[in-house]
């Protein structure tokens, strides 16, 4: 039997939107040119793309290549659902203009992701079950604008520094989300970081809430020593905590075999925040999907 899943990329292989001084050189027609002749289907956004619909669309189709999806970046952990829903139109838009049928949604309130000085152990939690739940019926809200005025479905993107960083966390944001709402995106590499030290056993107890895919694998020995030396997201991303997956230790064999027999359909997204000075980015970008293309040809094939 087909499985009806397709590899796409994150340019972070090539440039980041984060620290921009890596590969802030390198055009983003480079790291599309390269891309596909990987053998990419698509790619998710960075902030070298077009930030228009029909600009954007144009720029992929000179690639031959898709618009997986795009960050984006809520406060809802904070703010309220009517200001949200006014301040994502021009992004779910931009996504509906490109055939996207989920959104990257990245809880940045309070979050210290982007804070290179400040350590991870600060980042923000919320203080009692009241919040969760406020915050849960925020999330199941605004998913359910989403659906309801763009076709588009959240996929709420676990992440080092964030309200939602740990297993627990996760655990906690599905059994207080409505699934017809909010979707999950599950990062490999977050997750194992995160404190899930088998990614794919955390997956298995979501398996069934998982509409995006983020694939990265981790340098264990690098995340043991930013977790006791106190350093921040950003101070493990330059020192080498991601890379791709095939490159590390995370059992992507299992992964995929959890994502098959539950029936995932979708994207599966290499994304690996590296250096491209030190982890040169064809030649990362190139392993990583091999290695997923390998087990996906095994367990039925793709597009």
């Not at 990329?9 to 984060?18: C, I």
């Not at 909010?182 to 977050?190: M, S």
């Amino acid at each position: 039997m087909t499985w009806n899943v397709r590899i796409g990329v994150n340019p972070l292989s090539w440039m980041n939107d984060d620290l921009p001084s890596l590969g802030g050189e390198t055009p983003l027609e480079t790291a599309l040119a390269e891309g596909k002749e990987i053998g990419y289907a698509g790619f998710e956004l960075g902030n070298k793309f077009p930030k228009d619909g029909p600009a954007l669309k144009a720029k992929l189709d000179e690639f031959g290549l898709a618009c997986v999806s795009g960050w984006y970046s809520g406060e809802l952990a904070r703010g309220a659902v009517d200001d949200e829903m006014l301040r994502c139109r021009a992004h779910m838009d931009k996504l509906r203009f490109n055939g996207c049928k989920v959104v990257v949604y990245g809880e940045v309130a309070d979050s210290i992701q982007g804070q290179i000085d400040t350590p991870l152990d600060r980042r923000p939690r919320f203080a009692n079950d009241a919040q969760w739940r406020a915050y849960a019926e925020r999330l199941n809200a605004f998913g359910a604008h989403l659906k309801s005025t763009y076709g588009i479905t959240l996929a709420y993107h676990h992440h080092m520094g964030a309200y939602v960083e740990s297993p627990q966390d996760i655990d906690k944001l599905m059994a207080l989300t409505d699934p017809a709402s909010v979707g999950l995106l599950f990062d490999t590499g977050h997750a194992y970081y995160g404190g899930a030290t088998d990614p794919n056993a955390l997956l298995a107890r979501h398996a069934a809430r998982v509409v995006h895919v983020h694939c990265k694998d981790v340098r264990p020995a690098l995340i043991a020593k930013a977790r006791n030396d106190g350093w921040s997201f950003l101070t493990g991303v330059l020192a080498g905590t991601f890379t791709v997956p095939g490159d590390g230790v995370i059992d992507y064999d299992a992964v995929l075999g959890t994502l098959y027999a539950a029936g995932y359909e979708g994207w599966l997204v290499v994304e690996a925040e590296q250096d491209p000075a030190v982890a040169p980015s064809y030649r990362y970008a190139k392993k990583g999907y091999e290695t997923l293309r390998r087990i996906v040809d095994r367990l039925g094939g793709a597009a």
